[in-house]
């Protein structure tokens, strides 16, 4: 393929992916109230404030604007979210005509082991949300109430949920860096207690609260999945050395 042609093509994936995610963003505009419930729900139940006129907190949005805003925030990123599967694979077809067989058929484990990996870490993240938001509001005075913009809260649920589903993505870089034969299973595993002193320096660091709660239900499962994974590595190494005897 030329150049031009390469752009074509490039072009007609993005639109693709542009057009899935848009698709998922018109369901995150329609279910918009289900999702802010949802959201909230670490902080407070919005339906049973509203019904009993309690404050919790108070979540609010700010300005003229902010409504439409937060809505358009909100159906993008469920857009994003629902339509992975399909921009992962545009971007897998893209790139997969320059790789060799072997390459490929790696990268489609790539693509199917890391999509419920991400899906299994962003889950875990949204389940510890109470704990962290409990603990971050513990230290509210209690003479003082809190005012938290909807917008804020959003951007720390998203940040936790987004570090966990990255995080568990570490077990599957480790093996397709091992299938591609940069890194062998020995050189993963020989390191182990300066990565498991790495892993709980991350989780200290990145973590939105300090509680070893929270830091320990990030960092046992990575440590979990660092051991299997240079296990993994070291039986495609053993298979890979049989082959080439």
């Known amino acids: 393929m030329t150049l031009l042609e ?25 279910f918009y109230d289900r999702i802010i419930n949802k959201l909230a729900s670490p902080f407070c139940n919005l339906q049973s404030a509203r019904t009993a006129h309690a404050q919790c907190g108070i979540l609010y949005i700010n300005g003229v604007l902010g409504p439409l805003n937060l809505q358009i925030k909100v159906a ?4 994003i979210i629902v339509s992975a ?8 077809a893209f790139v997969a005509p320059g790789l060799h067989s072997r390459e490929k058929k790696n990268s489609v484990i790539f693509i ?14 949204y389940l510890i949300l109470p704990t962290a ?20 809260y959003l951007d720390f649920v998203l940040r936790v949920i987004l570090l966990f589903g990255a995080a568990f993505e570490l077990p ?60 993994i590595a070291m039986l495609v190494d053993r298979r890979r050395d049989r082959a080439v005897s």
């Open 85 to 92: 599967p399909i921009w992962i694979y545009q971007l897998w």
């Open 6 to 30: 390469h752009f074509r093509e490039l072009r007609q994936r993005v639109v693709k992916s542009a057009i899935a995610i848009l698709i998922g963003a018109s369901f995150g505009w329609i």
């Open 172 to 231: 599957v870089f480790l093996v397709a860096l091992n299938l591609a034969g940069v890194i062998s299973g020995r050189a993963i595993l020989k390191p182990w207690r300066f990565a498991v002193f790495g892993i709980a320096l991350f989780t200290a660091m990145f973590t939105p609260t300090g509680d070893p709660l929270t830091m320990s239900l990030l960092a046992v499962p990575l440590v979990i999945f660092y051991l299997l994974a240079g296990g």
């Open 112 to 125: 199917v082991c890391a999509i419920p990996f991400f899906a299994g870490g962003a889950t875990l993240g």
């Open 76 to 79: 993008l990123l469920v857009g």
């Open 133 to 152: 938001v409990r603990v971050l509001m513990g230290f509210t005075p209690h003479s003082l109430t809190n005012l938290i913009r909807f917008d804020d």
